[in-house]
């Protein structure tokens, strides 16, 4: 059973920092990219950054260059989107998504499996 379980998430003010976590399980990953997503209120799910599992190579977008890193620990089969100086508008609920699609790198949702609830992410102060 393929999971996708995400956590790390919380409130914090302008200029703070978190560390998301994505346990995966089920499926093996070797042929997969990882992507990080946040979806805010009345808004739709955007990709944020994504990390091909073969050979480690990373996708930003722009609005999080030199601000989120997506990185994976191999033994737990965990990956990380830590999230420096955040601001409101990366307020939302953040979800993790595994792609088998030659086209990952757009970090097009519809290209993404979600299994988890996401975790919300509120930046205020």
């Known amino acids: 059973q393929v999971q996708l379980v995400e956590s790390g998430g919380g409130s914090v003010q302008p200029g703070g920092s978190l560390k998301l976590s994505c346990a995966v399980s089920g499926f093996p990953l070797d042929n997969y990219a990882i992507g990080w997503f946040r979806q805010a209120p009345g808004k739709a799910r955007e990709g944020v950054a994504c990390?091909?599992?073969?050979?480690?190579?990373?996708v930003y977008v722009d609005s999080v260059k030199g601000r989120f890193t997506i990185s994976r620990d191999n033994a737990k089969n965990t990956f990380y989107l830590q999230m420096n100086d955040l601001t409101a508008l990366d307020t939302g609920v953040y979800y993790c998504?595994?792609?088998?699609?030659?086209?990952?790198?757009?970090?097009?949702?519809?290209?993404?499996?979600?299994g988890g609830q996401g975790t919300q992410v509120t930046v205020s102060s």
């Open positions: 998504g595994a792609s088998d699609s030659s086209s990952y790198y757009y970090l097009q949702s519809r290209l993404y499996y979600f």
């Open positions: 990390l091909r599992i073969s050979d480690g190579d990373t």
